[in-house]
């Protein structure tokens, strides 16, 4: 079997996932170039994503065998506040990145989300017929056909909710949770109706690193694939996981709330359970056992 060359460009790499796949390719001897706008870390290199030309410049120069495009707006009441800023990064962005890896002809593997689902039908297939219910998920649903209309062998990788060590606690929506079991002052309702299966982003960081190898090694391996965690929860099911975990009290301040959302809230979907065994069939798959992920992510936050 021929060596790949192990050199990633990779987008988002000071985001909550983007960090874990940095990582994750570094540990695996990969050169990666990591861009950062906001949050440049040590080892990163500033790019403003909606500078074509720059972005065509870093990528042409660095000569990568891979892209993985991880940066996005992914917070949807972010994305309805700033409609036009969430177009640019997660659909234009997306397209000078795809046209400009298929100038080079290297694949580019886009981040895509189980949000592209109403939540009505699930298990959803990878080939089920996407129907958003909010402008996030349109968005990201854009992302992911401009990544395949520009190059057939580029892949989308559709992922739930994320979780993992974050660099503030609202940066995950899962482990946000955490300030309402704190704050035992506080009397505060959680959405006990949704359901989700969140995901580990060292988990997703795995799977993405054997996508590329296995992309660079057989160029039929593209187009979209699906990843969740094993375990289904709702929001509140989620706080009392992390309740048992750390030993905190819930009960007295925290109410599970089962109304479905007000019309006034950005829609999300139901139950967005995602079919992964196009990825299984493959021999790709990693999921860690939330009460295990949610421990080593939040061990920090809590005294």
């Not at 969740?228 to 819930?250: D, I, R, S």
Request: charged share 20%; aromatic share 8%; proline share 6%.
């Amino acid at each position: 079997m021929a060596t790949i060359n192990k050199r990633l460009f990779l987008t988002g790499a000071s985001g909550l996932l983007g960090r874990a796949i940095y990582k994750k390719f570094v540990n695996e001897g990969w050169t990666v170039y990591g861009t950062a706008y906001s949050r440049v870390a040590a080892g990163l290199h500033k790019l403003d994503l909606t500078d074509d030309s720059e972005v065509k410049k870093a990528i042409v120069q660095f000569k990568p065998s891979f892209l993985i495009h991880c940066a996005a707006q992914r917070f949807p009441d972010k994305v309805d506040l700033d409609p036009e800023g969430a177009a640019k990064l997660n659909i234009d962005t997306t397209r000078c990145l795809a046209q400009v890896a298929g100038s080079i002809q290297v694949p580019l593997l886009y981040i895509s989300t189980d949000y592209v689902f109403d939540g009505k039908s699930p298990p959803y297939a990878v080939d089920a017929v996407p129907s958003p219910l909010n402008l996030y998920g349109k968005t990201k649903l854009d992302g992911e056909k401009v990544t395949l209309d520009v190059g057939k062998g580029n892949l989308v990788l559709r992922v739930p909710v994320l979780y993992g060590p974050v660099e503030y606690l609202a940066e995950s929506a899962v482990t946000v949770l955490l300030n309402s079991l704190l704050q035992t002052d506080k009397q505060c309702k959680i959405s006990d109706c949704e359901l989700r299966r969140p995901s580990h982003v060292d988990d997703i960081a795995d799977i993405c690193l054997q996508m590329a190898v296995k992309r660079l090694e057989d160029e039929n391996i593209c187009g979209i694939f699906h990843w969740c965690g094993k375990e289904v929860f709702t929001k509140y099911g989620m706080l009392v996981q992390m309740a048992h975990t750390f030993h905190l009290p819930y009960d007295s301040h925290v109410t599970p709330d089962s109304s479905t959302p007000s019309a006034t809230t950005t829609p999300r979907p139901y139950d967005t359970t995602l079919d992964t065994s196009r990825l299984e069939q493959l021999g790709i798959g990693h999921h860690t056992p939330f009460s295990v992920g949610i421990k080593s992510a939040l061990q920090s936050w809590v005294r």
